[in-house]
């Protein structure tokens, strides 16, 4: 009898302890490993709402470049519309570009013949995305996620003077979350059936007093607070860099800047116009410069 009390005590005990440690862990919830951190739990939600904000904001920035309006139904007699497509297991080329009229004016091909030598050059691309390619050793990758490489064009002329082509290059690179935008200008003399370049428009030596411009419009944008936040001043190195990059018509001139030199891709904007009123400073005037008349 006596034997049976002590283990009943001893049992008791050993329940008593046992609910004391278990009260012991309950009250040690908020350290327990599988907590959640409600800062944590915010700090993500916040990222994550973020993220989806940039992609809307790519889309919608990738949408006015396409809808943007140009020239060329008015310029079918001139302008001859080329494409090329081509679709293999690691990429697609996906081309569209403009031939001028050659039966109007023989010359003109100086144009067609420049496009395509140094911009269309399928061969080119290829090569530079196979190159690409041969830097990854999983090859089973490199195929699920394959290289695109979309090309299309605004066409814009002054008082059938001068021919005024933005190319913007689409690029869908393996594994990015979007694509990313390259852009070219070119400017052509349909009289002289010449290229036109910087010197052509404006004075020698202009560029830093043509920066200070395009700077004070995107500063009046960053200002507005609208679609501009996260945008930023060009640099005098990225402007002699893009300083041919511009199209023109009959009452301003638009320069084109890649993705992340003025503004990220998430946001602002790829261009900046400038109405003919405040370049009348920079101007070079002489009779073979369309912006004068």
């Not at 290289?147 to 689409?170: A, G």
């Not at 930023?232 to 890649?258: A, C, L, Q, R, T």
Request: proline share 3%; hydrophobic share 35%; charged share 30%.
């Amino acid at each position: 009898m006596h034997i049976l009390r002590a283990v009943l005590a001893v049992t008791l005990v050993i329940i008593t302890y046992g609910c004391k440690n278990d009260t012991n862990k309950k009250e040690g919830v908020p350290f327990m490993e599988d907590a959640t951190d409600p800062v944590e739990d915010s700090l993500v939600r916040s990222l994550e709402d973020s993220d989806l904000k940039k992609q809307q904001t790519i889309q919608i920035k990738r949408e006015e470049l396409i809808q943007k309006a140009d020239e060329r139904s008015e310029l079918e007699e001139l302008v001859v519309a080329k494409s090329f497509f081509k679709e293999e297991d690691m990429y697609v080329l996906d081309f569209k570009y403009p031939y001028l009229n050659e039966s109007l004016k023989p010359s003109y091909n100086n144009f067609n013949e420049y496009l395509q030598k140094y911009y269309i050059d399928i061969k080119g691309v290829e090569a530079q995305i196979l190159e690409d390619k041969e830097l990854y050793c999983d090859t089973l990758r490199t195929n699920r996620y394959r290289e695109k490489r979309k090309v299309d064009y605004k066409i814009y002329s002054i008082n059938e003077k001068l021919i005024s082509v933005l190319f913007y290059k689409e690029n869908h690179y393996a594994g990015a979350m979007h694509p990313s935008y390259t852009f070219d200008c070119l400017n052509f003399d349909l009289v002289r059936s010449v290229f036109m370049n910087y010197e052509d428009f404006f004075i020698d030596g202009s560029e830093e007093e043509l920066r200070t411009i395009l700077n004070e419009l995107l500063n009046e944008k960053i200002a507005s607070g609208e679609f501009f936040y996260d945008c930023w001043e060009i640099s005098e190195d990225d402007f002699f860099e893009y300083k041919n990059n511009f199209v023109v018509n009959d009452d301003m001139v638009e320069f084109y800047f890649d993705d992340c030199v003025i503004c990220p891709s998430y946001t602002g904007t790829y261009s900046i116009e400038i109405p003919l009123t405040k370049l009348l400073p920079v101007l070079r005037k002489y009779k073979n410069n369309p912006l004068l008349g």
